[in-house]
Every structure is written in structure tokens, then in C-alpha cells.
């Protein structure tokens, strides 16, 4: 597949095209054609920068409830090799790239680690071509359907994110916290903790502090609507 080719199939149009072609060049072809300019190693770093913040200001974005700790889990598990490269594979990138004999022999079309490489190349091109608008609104919907998956594995997102994006997803508001009962010596304190949606009561838990009332209202309130993964739609 041309590069050419794999601009009309990946829907994208570069004013520059000699961009794309770095970011298609892997240095195995460089190598073994001198006259190749320059392999897409710096824009590998470049677009490796732009996911990290563009990643980071979505999930700061979508998911308000979110700790550092928790955004930072989410964060690695979207841009991690295995993402990137599915990203890559689901574009056919690997059959627009430019290797050298024995890398494609080798199966290097088809590698993780060389088809996140390429992807973060891409990605790097797209930032010099457009800026980080294009960049963001070609992975932008990448994230969110990404995150219906991610959604699944609940040691990454504590209920009260989840609670959040359905909410925001289904009724366009955000849920209501209020702490109802607040008792008990200060060393065995206990709070109830109530969510609502739309001013609708969802579920009330208990806890040993606020946040962890909340996360059990959150819980007790996913399990009340019976929530899936795929309540989320595309939105």
C-alpha cells in the first residue's frame, strides 16, 4: 500500500505529504536506501509528547472525580503499546509501511512495538501538519471508544467515575452528592452519603469518610440502574 493509498483509506489529507512519508519510513528502510531522507524516530518522539498531554487533558476533562492516581492508570492503559498498536493494525497502517527487506521478512508489519512506533509517528506528522487540533480530533473518538472497553476493568475506574459517565452520557448532567448523617467520636466517624441524578435519588452508602460513603452511593446507584458497559454508546 502506497502512502497515498493509506491516506484515502485512513480518511487524511496532509498539506505536506513528504510529513506522512517520514512518518512511514522505518530506519531498516533508511538503512538499506540511502537516499532516503529520514526515518520517523523524532516524530515518534513528537507524537509520543502530543498523546501524553492530549490523552491527559481528555480523561482530566471527562472524569472530574478522578484522583492523580487514577487519571494516571487510565492515561497509561490509552497510550500503552498494546492500544497504539491495535490503533495502527485497525487503520492498516503496517501495510503502508516503508522497511527494510529483512524487518518485513521478519514480520515487522505486524510487530506491537514497531506498529505503536509508527502510530506515534503519525501522530507526530499530523501535530507539524495541522496542529494539535487536528491531532486531537483524530484520537479523541479513538479515546472514547476505547474507554467503553477500559470500563470493564474496574481495578482502573472507581464507581463514581463510572456513575459519572453514564450520567453524562445518558442525561447530559452530572451526579449530585450530599452528605445526609455525619456521627460517631472523631477517631469512628461515619457518614452517609447520598447521589442523585436529575434531582432523582440513585443510592446512599456509609462510610468511614466522605469519599468513601460516595463511592458506596456511587455503587449502590450503578447496581439501582442496572448499568453496562454499553449504556455508554459513542457519545
Not at 13 to 37: I, W
Not at 65 to 78: F, I, K, N, P
Not at 107 to 126: H, K, N, S, V, Y
Request: aromatic share 8%.
Amino acid at each position: 500500500m502506497t502512502p497515498d493509498e493509506f491516506a484515502r483509506q485512513a480518511g487524511l489529507e496532509f498539506s505536506d505529504p513528504s510529513l506522512l512519508l517520514r512518518a512511514l519510513t522505518h530506519r531498516s528502510y533508511v538503512n538499506e536506501h540511502p537516499d532516503a531522507l529520514e526515518d520517523n524516530e523524532r516524530l515518534e518522539f513528537l507524537g509520543d509528547a502530543a498523546l501524553d498531554f492530549l490523552s491527559a487533558a481528555w480523561l482530566y476533562n471527562h472524569f472530574p472525580e478522578m484522583d492523580e492516581g487514577q487519571l494516571t492508570r487510565l492515561r497509561s492503559s490509552l497510550v500503552c503499546t498494546e492500544q497504539l498498536s491495535k490503533f495502527a493494525t485497525e487503520m492498516n497502517l503496517g501495510e503502508a509501511l516503508l522497511l527494510g527487506q529483512g524487518e518485513s521478512m521478519a514480520g515487522g508489519r505486524q510487530r506491537p512495538t514497531l506498529l505503536c512506533d509508527a502510530f506515534e509517528a503519525l501522530i507526530g506528522a499530523l501535530f507539524l501538519d495541522g496542529g494539535i487540533e487536528r491531532v486531537r480530533e483524530f484520537i479523541e473518538p479513538r479515546l472514547q471508544e476505547t474507554m467503553k472497553h477500559t470500563f470493564e476493568e474496574r481495578s482502573l475506574i472507581d464507581s463514581r467515575s463510572m456513575l459519572q459517565m453514564w450520567a453524562q452520557a445518558e442525561m447530559g448532567v452530572t451526579p449530585e452528592y450530599r452528605t445526609l448523617e455525619e456521627h460517631g467520636p472523631d477517631h469512628a466517624r461515619e457518614f452517609v452519603v447520598q447521589v442523585s441524578v436529575r434531582n432523582r435519588v440513585q443510592g446512599r452508602g456509609r462510610g468511614r469518610s466522605k469519599q468513601e460513603a460516595a463511592q458506596q452511593a456511587a455503587e449502590n446507584a450503578l447496581r439501582r440502574i442496572g448499568y453496562k458497559v454499553s449504556d455508554l454508546g459513542g457519545k
